[in-house]
């Protein structure tokens, strides 16, 4: 097993290397970087409509790099010496394979650059944010699992009665709204909307927080978070429950079921001793790209929505403004996560079954 885990974190480096390589390569051809946005604020021109105009160029020092084989859009009128210090600022006066190659260096460092516009180093933005991005995705995917698991094991155990038919509505149902409209909905009905003034609708905490006693802080802490975990959750109920139904289905129809009946076992014991360590696997192994779809793709607009300054915005912005560092960083840090959870996902598998290894069968 040591071994296994020591091969996988090595084949970590090259993976994060594909990775940061691919988005270099692409964000060479993203039009509207950095120097260009800053030339036209400069000129007094829309830096967004430079962006879009401005052909296939724009990047930075981090990642990408500035067409220097044409001129800036945004840049007329402007001292090419100022032009030129922009791109010493900003790194652009580098060939494009050096900031390669310093980019690689700098992130086996783990120093991920500093925030073109927020004047701050990457990580501490990232650390910044991280609090908010993990509060949604760890609570949200331990309550779809909480709720999903018993579920699904109950339709499973009443395939075919009224429960399972209406059960499986109500959460396909639950699985076509999206997120965001979902959250509308509770804000409508719970947030102060026509109806209800109950819970909070920004932040992660109310003003004065530190000062609370301990239980009041925890309190707090999950009155503020009540809504925004429904609304990223309510998607993932459905794909868990369904998944754990036909999971334990097809394990209760197994012949070593048959046997622990016939021996008298109980049937809860049956269920939870057995059953549910076998069906578990197929369950656990959904659980990386679960939690990894909350933490960071699916809490975009449940940040927007409940005002929650977390690494899916903190991404979105980047982009928008061309903060390539920023845009990096996250990236990696995504990246270095899932690897990281998927590692765990996968050890994890040999406790809940000893009869799963990871190395090599001499024949």
Same mark, same amino acid.
């Given at each position: 097993m040591a071994g296994y885990i020591?091969?996988?974190?090595?084949?970590?480096?090259?993976t994060l290397i594909g990775i940061l390589t691919l988005t270099f390569v692409i964000v060479q051809f993203a039009p509207g970087g950095p120097v260009e946005r800053m030339a036209a604020k400069f000129s007094g021109?829309?830096?967004?409509?430079?962006?879009?105009?401005?052909?296939? /160029?724009? $990047?930075?020092?981090?990642?990408? =790099?500035? @067409?220097? /084989?044409? $001129?800036?859009?945004?840049?007329? =009128?402007? @001292?090419?010496e100022f032009i030129a210090e922009l791109e010493r600022l900003y790194g652009f006066d580098k060939p494009a394979h050096e900031r390669y190659v310093e980019m690689l260096w700098n992130y086996l460092h783990f120093d991920l650059g500093e925030s073109y516009f927020q004047d701050k180093p990457v990580l501490d933005l990232i650390l910044e944010k991280l609090p908010v991005s993990i509060s949604l995705g760890l609570w949200s995917t331990l309550l779809a699992y909480l709720v999903s698991i018993p579920l699904g094991i109950t339709k499973a155990v009443r395939a075919g009665s009224a429960f399972d038919a209406w059960t499986s509505f109500v959460v396909v149902v639950g699985y076509?709204?999206?997120?965001?409209?979902?959250?509308?909905?509770?804000?409508?009905?719970?947030?102060?909307?026509?109806?209800?003034?109950i819970f909070p609708l920004r932040g992660l905490v109310s003003e004065g927080w530190s000062e609370f006693g301990f239980f009041h802080k925890v309190a707090d802490y999950f009155w503020h978070l009540v809504l925004p975990l429904l609304s990223l959750s309510i998607a993932s109920f459905a794909t868990l429950t369904l998944m754990t139904r036909n999971a334990f289905l097809e394990e209760i129809g197994k012949q070593y079921v048959v046997t622990a009946r016939a021996k008298g076992m109980?049937?809860?014991?049956?269920?939870?001793?057995?059953?549910?360590?076998?069906a578990f696997l197929v369950i656990l192994a959904g659980f990386p790209a679960a939690f990894m779809a909350i933490l960071f793709t699916g809490s975009l607009l449940i940040e927007t929505i409940f005002s929650l300054d977390g690494l899916g915005l903190l991404a979105?912005?980047?982009?928008?403004?061309?903060?390539?560092?920023?845009?990096?960083?996250?990236?990696?840090i995504y990246s270095l996560v899932g690897?990281?959870?998927?590692?765990?996902?996968?050890?994890?598998?040999?406790?809940?079954?000893?009869?799963?290894?990871?190395?090599?069968?001499?024949?």
């Open positions: 020591l091969r996988r974190l090595a084949l970590m480096v090259p021109m829309d830096a967004a409509a430079t962006a879009t105009i401005g052909g296939g /160029g724009g $990047s930075q020092a981090v990642g990408g =790099g500035e @067409d220097k /084989g044409s $001129s800036y859009r945004g840049a007329q =009128g402007l @001292d090419p076509a709204i999206p997120g965001f409209l979902f959250a509308v909905l509770l804000m409508v009905f719970f947030a102060g909307g026509s109806f209800l003034d109980s049937e809860d014991r049956i269920l939870y001793g057995h059953v549910l360590r076998n979105f912005d980047s982009i928008v403004g061309r903060d390539y560092p920023v845009v990096f960083g996250s990236l990696f690897l990281v959870i998927n590692l765990v996902v996968d050890v994890s598998f040999t406790w809940l079954d000893p009869r799963i290894t990871f190395t090599a069968q001499e024949v």
